[in-house]
């Protein structure tokens, strides 16, 4: 069955880096494209990234522009997300999430989360 | 990147049928019908519920079904029971390769 998990979470303080991953199995990984969507605590989801199935193609949303970087390794069956400059905003859970893909440009199926949080 | 606007709440009885609305401002969401619905339960990932406006996917009630008209989606739950009560929300494809969520709407059964 599909299975997406999410690792890499934790306490980090705001300005610093981290790397969030998320393994896929159950799927072929490269015939989809992948979303990362973050929610914080106590708040909506909000979508942040978008990577296409070969990787050529990465969009990200406004508030993460210029300090976060989505990317895979399909050989690996594996969805990253490169997090830099974080911000105490920035706490939250993130999900990835396989876009469905009969072009509907839904999310068919979500990982558990990350939790990120960013804090002195 | 523009939000989508859904109510905070919205609460029926058992028995019920309720409605959420989804309105949204860019021509994207008013000429496309690439509107999708997510079930949240407290503490778990968003299940989809309603693609493409009005489409279920295996295995989703048919109690559950979703609508379009113009700037406004939305999800409607015939024979509301007790364990619809949790979050729902609306998720929009806003264009140039970006995607918008509404704020969430807290479905309470009385």
């Known amino acids: 069955q599909v299975q997406l998990v999410e690792s890499g979470g934790g306490v980090v303080q705001p300005g610093r880096s981290l790397r969030l991953s998320c393994a896929a199995s159950?799927?072929?990984?490269?015939?989809?494209?992948m979303h990362w969507v973050r929610q914080a605590p106590g708040k909506g989801l909000e979508w942040v990234s978008i990577?296409?199935?070969?990787?050529?193609?990465?969009y990200h949303a406004d508030s993460v522009k210029g300090r976060f970087t989505i990317s895979r390794d399909n050989s690996k069956n594996t969805l990253y997300l490169e997090m830099t400059s974080l911000r105490l905003e920035d706490t939250a859970v993130y999900y990835c999430?396989?876009?469905?893909?009969?072009?509907?440009?839904?999310?068919?199926?979500w990982g558990q989360g990350t939790l990120v949080t960013v804090s002195s | 990147q523009s939000a989508l606007t859904q109510p905070a709440s919205v609460s029926g009885s058992p028995g019920q049928s309720i409605t959420i609305s989804c309105t949204g401002t860019?021509?994207?969401?008013?000429?496309?019908?690439?509107v999708s619905w997510y079930q949240q339960n407290p503490g778990e990932a968003p299940k989809l519920i309603i693609y493409?406006?009005?489409k279920r996917p295996s295995g989703v009630s048919s109690r559950f079904s979703g609508s379009k008209s113009g700037n406004t989606a939305s999800l409607t739950i015939s024979g509301l029971q007790a364990e619809d009560e949790t979050d729902y929300y609306c998720?929009?494809?806003?264009?140039?390769?970006?995607?918008?969520f509404g704020g969430g709407t807290k479905l309470t059964v009385l």
């Open positions: 999430a396989r876009e469905d893909i009969t072009n509907s440009f839904a999310f068919d199926y």
């Open positions: 159950g799927f072929t990984l490269s015939g989809y494209a």
């Open positions: 990577i296409s199935d070969d990787g050529s193609n990465k």
């Open positions: 860019s021509s994207e969401f008013a000429n496309y019908n690439f």
């Open positions: 493409e406006g009005t």
């Open positions: 998720c929009s494809f806003a264009g140039s390769s970006t995607w918008v």
